[in-house]
């Protein structure tokens, strides 16, 4: 602490501890493929651990940006964290590029063309206030990174573009970096069982490439993150 990096997108939850250490009154900003707002058991797990955040007296406000994966979309987000939304402590910004046309007029839903100007707006909104960013790597493109789960469309230079606009105009007191690929190792069946219905099936380069594309990412962003 303040600035962390550590391992598979499995472990992202970690991040809701981390966010435990901080004593005054903090904006969570993460970057991330995934929304991790499932209202379902288990309570602390990858997939649910937004909602462990929101719980957090300290937490005002949770902006998830470049969601790209089903699970902002009907039917995968029935186990959303609708209360949140509806609240207005928790805002999620899925890429719209590729849904059909209904769906671009979901609330924060971003398109290519004008998801920096609707950066630019939230950046501004939250001038001078604390900041928490996390930034899991599945958020970037698989030419920009090697993940254990499905990959976003980010490029390393907009998620550069992100932290400084950020930085611009908010106080980034702490935050972290997870999601770079991890090989599975199982204690029980169970977990092996678990693990293989739960992760997509997806084709990744060999060992060596895998650590070159993800030390490259990692060689830029952490500079900007944790200057």
Same mark, same amino acid.
């Given at each position: $602490?303040? &600035?962390?990096?550590?391992?598979?997108?499995? &472990?992202?939850? /970690?991040? @809701?501890?981390? /966010?435990?250490?901080?004593s005054g009154p903090v904006i969570?900003?993460?970057?991330? !493929?995934?929304?991790?707002? *499932? %209202?379902?058991?288990? #309570?602390?797990g990858c997939g649910g651990w937004i909602n462990r955040a929101l719980e957090l007296a300290n937490v005002q406000h949770v902006a998830i940006w470049g969601c790209g994966n089903f699970e902002c979309w009907?039917?995968? !987000? %029935?186990? @959303?964290? =609708?209360?949140?939304?509806? +609240?207005?402590?928790?805002?999620?910004?899925?890429?719209?590029?590729? =849904?059909? $046309? #209904?769906?671009?007029?979901?609330?924060? @839903?971003?398109?290519? +063309? !004008?998801?920096? +100007?609707?950066? +630019?707006?939230?950046?501004?909104?939250?001038?001078?206030r604390e900041v928490y960013v996390t930034i899991d790597l599945d958020c970037l493109r698989p030419e920009d990174a090697v993940t254990n789960w499905e990959n976003g469309r980010f490029t390393v230079a907009d998620l550069e573009w992100a932290l400084g606009k950020l930085r611009e105009q908010a106080r980034?007191?702490?935050? *972290?970096?997870?999601?770079?690929?991890?090989?599975? #190792?199982?204690?029980?069946? #169970?977990?092996?069982f678990a693990s293989g219905w739960d992760h997509p099936k997806l084709e990744r380069p060999t060992a060596d490439e895998t650590r070159k594309i993800n030390f490259a990412t990692l060689e830029r962003l952490w500079p900007v993150l944790a200057h």
């Open positions: $602490m303040p &600035f962390l990096l550590y391992g598979s997108g499995d &472990f992202h939850y /970690l991040s @809701a501890l981390w /966010l435990r250490r901080l969570l900003v993460s970057f991330d !493929n995934h929304p991790d707002w *499932d %209202i379902r058991p288990p #309570k602390w009907w039917p995968h !987000n %029935i186990f @959303a964290n =609708r209360r949140g939304e509806r +609240e207005g402590r928790l805002e999620v910004h899925p890429w719209a590029d590729q =849904r059909p $046309m #209904k769906d671009r007029q979901r609330r924060g @839903a971003i398109l290519r +063309e !004008n998801w920096r +100007e609707k950066f +630019e707006a939230f950046a501004a909104n939250i001038a001078g980034v007191i702490a935050g *972290d970096i997870c999601g770079g690929f991890s090989e599975a #190792k199982y204690a029980r069946w #169970k977990q092996r």
